[in-house]
């Protein structure tokens, strides 16, 4: 009896799950996703900068680390990719040498901003929202 119970609710959840856009379980975009990071030369000067690196999603959320070697910066993405493929991402991290930051921070100052990203399928593209330009592009892995 146990199992033909078991065997009901999973169904249920699944066809609940379908009704409201997706399977109860994992997400839309789970997966491991290449990022190409690149922001060119800024307004004030900084020197331009492209960022290859890779981020997990999982249950649609995103997360992922590129640390520069030598201590020479770094950045975590993160945040939630919404049903429809649209983020809203964070990017926290400390900045390189100051001729790449903007204003020519000191290396090692603390840096965050906002991706505005949309995914579609295997792919996507954003924006960082503050201070300088810079674009992403996703890709995904596997």
Not at 49 to 65: F, I, K, M, Q, S
Not at 80 to 102: C, E, F, K, M, R
Request: proline share 4%; hydrophobic share 35%.
């Amino acid at each position: 009896m146990l199992s033909r119970n078991f065997g009901f609710t999973l169904l249920v959840l699944y066809a609940c799950s379908v009704l409201i856009g997706g399977p109860a379980w994992g997400g839309n975009f789970d997966g491991v996703w290449a990022v190409k990071q690149v922001c060119p030369r800024a307004p004030d000067g900084a020197l331009g900068y492209t960022y290859n690196y890779t981020v997990t999603v999982r249950d649609d959320a995103l997360d992922g680390e590129h640390v520069v070697p030598n201590n020479n910066g770094s950045i975590r993405l993160h945040g939630t990719i919404g049903q429809d493929g649209t983020a809203y991402l964070n990017a926290d991290g400390v900045t390189g040498p100051s001729q790449y930051s903007v204003k020519g921070v000191a290396k090692g100052s603390p840096v965050h901003y906002h991706v505005s990203a949309k995914f579609n399928g295997a792919r996507g593209s954003g924006t960082r929202v503050e201070q300088r330009k810079c674009e992403f592009t996703f890709v995904k892995s596997d």
